[in-house]
């Protein structure tokens, strides 16, 4: 069974910094995009930041200057270092991944179950 599992989330105060961190565990053949969305109270899911699937980063112009991507291949990871976080920042942030599991022909979309991060005075 193909598992994203997040961590790194919390509380901050305005200005401040946290690192989230994604792996993706089981067994996995290729992984073709991986990256971070968030959703917030109220609000639609949205994309933070991603690898595309031909090695390029994405990110929301939200977030950008301030949220960097980083990634480990070997270890099926993928990070989000989150600096001068604002309020606005507040929300669950998934890990998602487009990826082909073991025994499967194509690849298809897995999410992290979420870790809240919550940007506050």
């Known amino acids: 069974q193909v598992q994203l599992v997040e961590s790194g989330g919390g509380f901050v105060q305005p200005g401040g910094s946290l690192r989230l961190s994604c792996a993706a565990s089981?067994?996995?053949?290729?992984?073709?995009?991986m990256g971070w969305y968030r959703q917030a109270p109220g609000k639609q899911r949205e994309l933070v930041a991603t690898?595309?699937?031909?090695?390029?980063?994405n990110y929301a112009d939200a977030v950008k200057g301030r949220f960097a991507i980083s990634r480990d291949n070997p270890k099926n990871t993928v990070y989000l270092q989150m600096n001068s976080l604002k309020p606005e920042d507040t929300a669950v942030y998934y890990c998602n991944a487009n990826l082909r599991p073991g025994g499967a022909w194509l690849a298809r979309n897995f999410w992290g179950q979420g870790t809240q991060v919550t940007v506050s005075s």
């Open positions: 089981g067994s996995i053949l290729s992984i073709n995009a």
């Open positions: 690898f595309t699937s031909g090695g390029d980063t």
